[in-house]
């Protein structure tokens, strides 16, 4: 069965200081992948999405970048974290192609920059 | 683009009452649409989905949803709540003519159900 791993759970992190936040898929091959960001009242806003390795779109310009060096390995990174980068972070992914597909995700990293 | 839309941000009930939340969306083509849960501390897990056919879908935990495409909506129904049912509802579509590769959420409404 598939399963999605995401770290660390938790993350406290000087402004300023850079970002690398990992997520992994196993049990299935070249999935979609989603990192989103959940704000109180804001619901899910999705930050990138990839389709295969190396291919990146982005949703919302900010400081983050996303890459995607291996199949089933997605990271969500920054150079400079900013005070308003903090919040509840979740990685995504769902089956490539697949037009009847649901949005399966990981336990989320709480992310506080102070 | 596509958005959705929740009608309400907190919803209050005590146990047994009856819960409706709507959900309406904006997109021209076929969407797929969902219905997601988040648990206090856990992680967000399914409702239910809509594909296609029938277009009221049953979930899990005796919740139901109907999709009507003339009002783009697709609200969430459950008969009698109880307290377990306390939690964060998303609504979520994803359009169909792009595989599969965008899923837009919901604002989200939480519930809280009284004992």
């Known amino acids: 069965s598939q399963t999605i791993h995401q770290w660390p759970a938790t993350l406290v992190q000087p402004v300023g200081s850079p970002l690398s936040l990992e997520c992994t898929v196993e049990?299935?091959?070249?999935?979609?992948l989603y990192w989103y960001r959940q704000a109180a009242g804001r619901g899910l806003q999705l930050l990138f999405y990839?389709?295969?390795?190396?291919?990146i779109s982005s949703e919302v310009p900010q400081n983050l970048s996303a890459s995607r060096p291996q199949d089933r390995q997605f990271i969500l990174s920054s150079k400079k974290l900013l005070l308003s980068d903090s919040g509840f972070y979740l990685c995504?992914?769902?089956?490539?192609?697949?037009?009847?597909?649901?949005?399966?995700f990981g336990q989320g990293t709480r992310l506080t920059v102070v | 683009a596509q958005s959705v839309s929740q009608h309400n941000h907190h919803v209050i009930l005590s146990e047994a009452a009856s819960l409706e939340l709507g959900c309406n969306y904006s997109?021209?083509?076929?969407?797929?649409l969902f219905w997601y849960v988040q648990y206090p501390g856990q992680h967000l897990q399914l409702l239910l989905k809509?594909?296609?056919?029938?277009?009221l879908v049953k979930g899990i935990k005796g919740f139901e949803a109907e999709f009507i495409k003339s009002k783009f909506s697709f609200n969430l129904r459950k008969p009698s709540v109880q307290w377990s049912d306390t939690a964060e509802y998303f609504c979520?579509?994803?359009?169909?003519?792009?595989?599969?590769?965008?899923?837009?959420f919901g604002p989200g409404t939480r519930l809280s159900v009284l004992p």
């Open positions: 995504a992914w769902s089956v490539w192609g697949g037009m009847n597909t649901e949005a399966f």
């Open positions: 049990g299935t091959s070249n999935p979609n």
């Open positions: 990839s389709v295969g390795i190396g291919q």
């Open positions: 997109y021209g083509g076929t969407v797929n």
């Open positions: 809509y594909f296609s056919g029938d277009p």
């Open positions: 979520a579509v994803n359009p169909t003519d792009n595989y599969g590769q965008n899923f837009v």
